[in-house]
């Protein structure tokens, strides 16, 4: 593994600073500017300035210590995106507490394991989600709940034997004062775990000033940006590359429930936006929406640098590649000069990247490799999967680099390619098939909104390729002969043993995180 931060000699470019510091820098320059805006679906905006989500972070501080919760404490925040998020999601940070953000489409097996693996001695939840917090997790000295479903048309309704989440404040003259510690542990997040259980990702507050910093950088945000925000705070992409990254340059985050593409343009007008962190599946979803002729947009981030796909709305689209371990981009495209069309982009130079062989020799320009990554844990990469020693040190290779699991291609002039996960790669007949490149053949045919591409068992090739489809306008809308088309767009432009041997049309896919295709549950329909 590589040297840790708190080695001998070595100094860290945040000593003496931490997360509850950063806030109060702001709190105190920028006192009346919007920190957070809060635009639900169902009523006003409403905004909080810097200075009153400082004083209302330092009062649920003061309460939560009041409540038993000590520094070291792990806490666990179930929400969906909403002010309560973040206002637990600091507290916790200037208690001392970590804060453990689970991903709110959990299942009832999956939330017990979180709370019991990181050892939970509280909830933060919504009613929607109460009775699975309280059925799962037994050993919580307590639950509490806010008083809405963020993003529902629904009235949230009571919950029984749980706390209100506004009888947690305290004063906030009473916040808590600890001693400011930039490689004390600040928050949790759990990976996806769709090869094995889900691993625990240990930021300190270094690793959040880091992700703060490099991620405004790379955006080259300004104090008078708004982040628009609709992204899963519980994720590392909303998070840090629009929140922390929001708080570091002391700019605006517009926070919503959820992504919804008939409220985009609004919400993007009313408090004009100029940055919005983007997957490929919300992007295609405001192709069906009329983009206004007059916006505040200067540039999103997503996947790939420049998609042609997207040159309509007429904004820079920049690439980015990272992971929660990363903390922030370890590719990055350029926002100042022109970039390769759907690539992601060159190496950050804050780290250190090398792409090899299954043999571990470099790749040649044009050739397919593994990403390995290299930075300093507890700053630049994560401290360490919590609780799994044999995890951590698996995942770095003997000359410290981070393994990360994705293939990706090396281009002309440094720019990089994604290839795909390292588990979506088929084996057909001894042959090595990438699912993304059967995928990019039939995003292209006329009227697919969508594709993924699995695995399935074979007697005699081992795996062969299906693809699962969402027809523009449904299946109901798909022509008779749509799957016909798609087959032949792939025999036209594939080896053979790269085609599909099923094209399966479906009106939704599973999804995991960030809206992704929760390619498991595909392959056990498979399986089924």
């Keep these: 593994m590589p040297q840790p931060i708190e080695a001998p000699g070595v100094v860290s470019p945040f000593d003496g600073m931490d997360v509850p510091w950063l806030l109060k820098l702001h709190a105190e320059a920028r006192r009346e500017h919007p920190f957070v805006i809060w635009a639900p679906f169902d009523g006003p905006s409403r905004s909080w300035s810097y200075g009153e989500f400082h004083d209302r972070v330092g009062a649920l501080a003061a309460g939560l210590a009041k409540r038993g919760i000590k520094p070291g404490d792990y806490l666990l925040i179930h929400l969906d995106n909403c002010v309560e998020f973040l206002l637990a999601w600091f507290a916790c940070t200037e208690l001392g507490a970590i804060a453990v953000t689970t991903n709110t489409r959990s299942a009832a097996a999956e939330i017990e394991y979180f709370a019991e693996h990181c050892g939970a001695v509280a909830a933060i939840t919504q009613p929607a989600y109460a009775d699975l917090v309280a059925t799962n997790c037994k050993n919580l000295r307590w639950i509490a709940v806010i008083s809405h479903d963020p993003g529902s048309p629904l009235p949230a309704r009571s919950v029984a034997k749980a706390d209100s989440f506004e009888s947690l404040f305290g004063d906030s003259a009473d916040r808590p004062r600890r001693p400011t510690d930039p490689l004390a542990p600040c928050s949790v997040q759990y990976t996806s775990g769709t090869t094995s259980r889900p691993k625990a990702v240990l930021w300190t507050h270094a690793n959040a000033l880091w992700g703060a910093k490099i ?66 599946f919300c992007l295609k979803a405001l192709m069906e929406q009329e983009t206004p002729k007059h916006h505040s947009f200067r540039m999103w981030g997503t996947a790939v640098a420049e998609p042609p796909a997207f040159k309509s709305f007429g904004i820079k689209i920049i690439g980015w590649w990272g992971m929660t371990e990363t903390i922030t981009h370890g590719i990055i495209a350029e926002a100042d000069q022109p970039n390769t069309p759907m690539a992601i982009g060159r190496a950050a130079p804050e780290y250190t990247l090398r792409i090899v062989g299954d043999d571990g020799a470099p790749t040649a320009v044009g050739d397919t490799g593994n990403l390995l990554i290299k930075g300093v844990p507890g700053l630049s990469l994560f401290k360490e999967y919590l609780y799994n020693e044999q995890a951590t040190r698996d995942s770095f290779d003997e000359h410290g680099y981070f393994i990360t699991g994705d293939r990706v291609t090396l281009l002309e002039l440094g720019a990089i390619k994604f290839g795909d996960r390292a588990k979506d790669m088929l084996k057909v007949g001894g042959e090595n098939v990438a699912a993304s490149e059967i995928e990019q053949v039939v995003i292209t045919v006329p009227g697919v909104r969508e594709a ?77």
């Excluded at 306008?473 to 022509?479: K, L, N, Q, R, S």
């Excluded at 087959?487 to 594939?494: E, F, I, Q, W």
């Excluded at 599909?500 to 329909?525: C, N, Q």
Aim: proline share 6%; charged share 20%; aromatic share 8%.
């Design 452 to 528: 993924a591409v699995v695995a399935k068992k074979h007697p005699m090739l081992d795996e062969v390729p299906v693809v699962f489809v969402i027809p523009q306008g449904g299946v109901a809308a798909a022509p008779p002969d749509f799957a016909d088309r798609i087959s032949a767009a792939c025999a036209s432009a594939l080896a053979d043993f790269k085609r599909p041997r099923e094209v399966r049309l479906v009106d939704d896919m599973p999804r995991s995180t960030l809206e992704k295709v929760a390619k498991a549950e595909l392959r056990k329909m498979l399986a089924d």
């Design 215 to 280: 991620n405004a950088a790379h955006q080259t945000l300004r104090a008078d940006d708004v982040h628009l925000a609709y992204l899963p705070l519980f994720h590392t992409n909303a998070l840090a590359y629009s929140m922390l990254a929001s708080l570091w340059v002391g700019g605006t985050c517009v926070v919503q429930p959820r992504f919804s593409s008939s409220r985009f343009w609004k919400v993007a007008l009313e408090h004009r936006c100029t940055w919005n962190s983007n997957i490929a």
